[in-house]
């Protein structure tokens, strides 16, 4: 890894990439007061553990940060646990079994396709704003209903509320933390004023597609609320493509790096899904996540009190050598392969099929038109400065 460290400069706070941990598997920093979980063995124990490690992380945020009457994570189902969290999810599961996925493959790869032709005629390819970031967001936007010419306002959204380089903490001083969440407050109600306006729509026209399922469904015999229904297809719009558009980055810089497997994989095709999660474990996409502890924790050989909130770094556990041998090596014939990428338990990824489908297509197609798929060394790659996000904003192809 340290020579991909150095190719790409990888931002410090990208920790887990620049080697692999010599620390315990759980810490505690007192400076954030937060407990960060690096281990596998730790992560993936957490992960299974809803009962006492819930997903309701905003339990634990000091009263007077999030402005309750302006932000509301009702129905924000990464934030749910049961038996809310279930009911939830069975509602849009069915628009992501493996055959209602599948069937998207050809439309992935016409979009794809028409993507790269365009950038050809404008003379270049800069990987996110050319594909990697429009080919998810054109798919996610007709499963919901949204128009996928409007992607310029969902990336605005998506960039101020994700390509922030603030750290996490509990200890910041209050009015630091008030001006962050201010900052986040606008892009937010405009994505859900957008949102909430189409669902409307759907109320009065209903359509073929998730948005009027979630205007239409009920739990428990009731219609969801306006606002679960906003925040429900806010979950789907961002995650529906920030992964996928991070994935194909990230897994064309390993092939780039890597110029040994990028022949070994452009040679044997049936080798691209194995290498995209040989990316998803070296390059994790969304590097953490926070949960907060319902009861006092056994972890890792520490006693983590009730009511802290704990970061689990999926990154480092993707990369910790007593789950993976050779964990800084790039090597898509890695098997067993289990890494944490797309999570794990009850919270697993809805939209991991969708992922995969959208990289393979894609992959395919760029190492079909692109021989060697190079990083163009004159245009320097620039990563996400999110700590906790492990992805490119620009990438330039030779």
Request: with cysteine.
């Amino acid at each position: 890894m340290t020579g991909i460290v150095e190719r790409y400069d990888i931002p410090e706070q990208l920790f887990w990439l620049r080697g692999t941990r010599s620390g315990p598997p759980v810490e505690y920093d007192s400076a954030t007061g937060l407990w960060n979980v690096y281990g596998y063995q730790e992560a993936h124990q957490i992960l299974g553990d809803p009962a006492t490690f819930s997903s309701d992380t905003m339990r634990v945020v000091p009263k007077g940060v999030i402005p309750e009457d302006e932000f509301s994570l009702e129905g924000f189902i990464t934030q749910l646990d049961p038996p809310e969290h279930g009911k939830l999810r069975k509602l849009v599961s069915s628009a992501f079994t493996r055959k209602v996925v599948a069937d998207l493959e050809p439309r992935i790869a016409a979009i794809t396709h028409e993507l790269l032709d365009a950038a050809r005629e404008r003379g270049g390819l800069e990987l996110v704003t050319d594909l990697a970031y429009p080919l998810p967001v054109i798919v996610i936007a007709e499963l919901l209903g949204v128009p996928a010419g409007d992607r310029a306002l969902f990336k605005r959204w998506a960039d101020a509320l994700f390509q922030r380089d603030a750290k996490i903490s509990l200890n910041e001083p209050s009015e630091a933390r008030k001006q962050e969440m201010q900052a986040t407050l606008k892009p937010w109600k405009e994505m859900s004023a957008y949102l909430a306006d189409h669902a409307e729509e759907r109320r009065r026209q209903p359509r073929a597609d998730l948005l009027t399922r979630l205007v239409e469904a009920e739990v428990d015999g009731e219609r969801l609320p306006a606002r679960q229904v906003v925040n429900f297809a806010i979950v789907l719009l961002l995650a529906g493509h920030i992964t996928t558009t991070m994935l194909l980055g990230n897994t064309v810089l390993c092939l780039d790096a890597f110029p040994e497997q990028q022949e070994k994989v452009r040679a044997d095709r049936t080798l691209v899904p194995a290498a995209i999660e040989e990316s998803l474990r070296l390059f994790t996409p969304f590097a953490a996540l926070g949960r907060s502890t319902m009861r006092e924790a056994e972890l890792g050989g520490v006693t983590i009190p009730a009511d802290k909130l704990v970061m689990v770094w999926l990154g480092a556990a993707n990369r910790d050598p007593r789950q993976f041998p050779d964990p800084d090596a790039f090597s898509p014939g890695r098997d067993p392969n289990p890494h944490l990428a797309f999570g794990r338990g009850i919270h697993f990824c809805l939209g991991a099929p969708l992922a995969r489908l959208e990289g393979r297509v894609a992959m395919n197609i760029l190492l079909d038109r692109f021989d060697p798929l190079r990083v163009d060394p004159a245009d320097p790659v620039k990563f996400i400065p999110t700590p906790t996000m492990a992805g490119v904003r620009r990438l330039s192809l030779a």
